[in-house]
């Protein structure tokens, strides 16, 4: 009983009014391409972290977008409030839809709130739950125990952590504060076959617990100290072996010259296998900052990050960079490592492998050449390294009402600013393009899109070849 009124006294479940808009997206230094994960219907979600400058104040929100697997955004949905920042960090799918977690933050008061929300398949909110913390808290880790159940570990900056878990429903049943240092964790919490014991890696080494999350042992000091668990991916391999993907340091003392760094242990702290890649002697070769690893069908291994990364430049930096990715065979030993860029500044935040072997990797460009431009960024490349789609997404605010929708046939355009070499495309739901139009400047114009069966489309607006806003509009009544 005293466990339950503790919870009740930091949790309050309400509704949010949300403003849920078919538009593109947000620029501000905050702006990330936080995450990217597959759908059931081969299609991706592409979760970034923004800002609208349109009011004020200016309000950080967040903004999920279908993209296939040819590259193509076909769909957008904003979350935001007007009175408060809306951030998630992790997106998980569940059988019935989404659930989200993040962070939630007053402007009145600037007070943080850890944020769990649940979605249904179109992305609508359903429930909230929100609960209070001291300091701002970075992206928590994640895994599922036997019964569906997510188990989560997530830090404030003040290294103060918290442990909960969250049923299938989306409701946080367990909810424990630790205020020990154990340190920063990211993508490191995974769970014994039998749910019985969670593991999570703090900055250099494991820590185990029990159900209630109790600690109940810590490992030695692995790899000499060689990864610091801000930005690492440890990936189970059984019960008591792991990879960890993260920076690695040739000289733990001085923590100079970050490396690229994959390795095998034992939770105990047994070194089994390890690799600090290397490319040039005066380079920072940076780890993606939310998921720098993940494992193909057969079994081999993508690993990356920043070549050249410039550390508190927040994606913006007037410095060459690529985009940096390893494959790795089975047996851990590097197949290929290539670099994607050096004509702007990247910075990668994350991998995905495709189920065609090959990989998806995504962050951020700035070209700071000419007009300055600072894009969400994503590659496909295929099994051998060879990019086969590429996709740009500006982050500025581009807000593009349709009207009506759904409607006979005509659309009307609510955008008043002149724009340059416009292109508006129309996909169906596989992606195909059913009808197109080009302009070389001038306002959106009304199309006439009746010749079009009922159904659900994708308009697409081009400004100069780059993605302006994408809506979804229902053809019929």
Known sequence: MKKSLILLVFMCLYKISFAQINVTYATANNNLLWQIIKKSNGNYLVVINGTDKTQLPIIDLTKIFEMNPQGLFIDSTILKKSNQDLFINRLIPISDGYIGLGQIKNKVDSHPFFWVIRMNKQLQPIQDTIISVARSIVAPSVAFDRDSNIIFVISELSRTNYFGKIDKRGFVKSWKIDTNALGISSNSLIIRK???????????????????????????????????????????????????????????????????????????????????????????????????????????????GTHNYIYGASGRAFSQSSFLLHKLNKD??????????????????????TDDGGCLIYGTRYDYNNTPKYDAYIL??????????????????????????????????????????????????????????????????????????????????????????????????
């Not at 609510?414 to 129309?426: A, M, S, T």
């Open 194 to 304: 039998d749910s019985t014991l969670y593991t999570a890696f703090f900055d250099y080494r494991f820590v185990t617990f029990d159900t209630a999350f109790n600690k109940i042992h810590e490992s030695k000091t692995v790899f000499n100290r060689t990864i610091i668990g801000l930005n690492s991916t440890i990936t189970s391999l059984n019960d008591s072996v792991v990879s960890i993907a993260g920076k690695g340091v040739p000289n733990p003392t001085t923590l100079n010259g970050f490396r690229h760094f994959f390795g095998i242990t034992t939770l105990s702290g047994r070194e089994i296998f390890k690799n600090i890649y290397s490319t040039s002697n005066d380079t920072t070769i940076w780890g993606a900052w939310n998921y720098n690893s993940d494992t193909t069908k057969l079994g081999e291994w993508y690993w990356g």
């Open 380 to 477: 496909k490349v295929n099994a051998d390294g060879l990019i086969t789609s590429e996709s740009s997404i500006p982050l500025s605010l581009n807000t593009v009402h349709i009207y009506p929708n759904p409607s006979n046939g005509f659309v009307h355009f609510d955008y008043k600013e002149p724009l340059k070499d416009i292109q508006i495309r129309v996909v169906d739901t596989k992606g195909s393009l059913v009808h197109q139009v080009k302009l070389s400047d001038g306002v959106l114009p009304t199309l006439d899109l009746s010749f079009l069966n009922n159904g659900v489309y994708f308009i697409q607006i081009m400004e100069q070849n780059q993605l302006f806003a994408v809506c979804r509009w229902v053809k019929g009544f």
């Open 332 to 353: 851990y030993s590097t197949k290929w490592t290539k670099k994607y860029g050096g004509d702007a500044y990247y910075e990668l935040y994350g991998v995905l492998a």
